[in-house]
Nanobody, 125 residues
Framework: QVKLVESGGDSVQVGGSLTLSCRGA????????MGWFRQTPGQERRGVAY????????NVPTALEGRVTISRDNANNMLYLQMNNLKPEDTAVYYC??????????????????WGQGTQVTVSS
């Protein structure tokens, strides 16, 4: 059974930093692209960062460039999201997702087959 479990969500101050983690199980983690998405109430889920199976390709939406970094540790089935200079608009539930392809590092939701339950990030001033 595929399982993705996020952790690391927290309440932080504006300008702070946070690292989210996602542990994968029940599938060949190193053969799948991975992504981070976030969602606020009433809004559609939006992409935050993406990485291909071997970590050679990463992609971040232009609006988040310079503030977020995605990485992975295939030996331990872990995915990470480092976020810096956090802003109130970063408040959301953050989800990790596993893609169906190895050689993909984009944000199309249809490219991701499995999703975690999410972890809450709250940024306050």
């Amino acid at each position: 059974q595929v399982k993705l479990v996020e952790s690391g969500g927290d309440s932080v101050q504006v300008g702070g930093s946070l690292t989210l983690s996602c542990r994968g199980a029940g599938f060949s983690f190193s053969s799948h692209s991975m992504g981070w998405f976030r969602q606020t109430p009433g809004q559609e889920r939006r992409g935050v960062a993406y990485i291909d199976a071997d970590g050679g390709c990463t992609n971040v939406p232009t609006a988040l460039e310079g503030r977020v970094t995605i990485s992975r540790d295939n030996a331990n089935n872990m995915l990470y999201l480092q976020m810096n200079n956090l802003k109130p608009e970063d408040t959301a539930v953050y989800y990790c997702a596993a893609g169906s392809r190895a050689d993909y590092c984009g944000g199309s939701h249809s490219a991701y087959d499995y999703w975690g339950q999410g972890t809450q990030v709250t940024v306050s001033s």
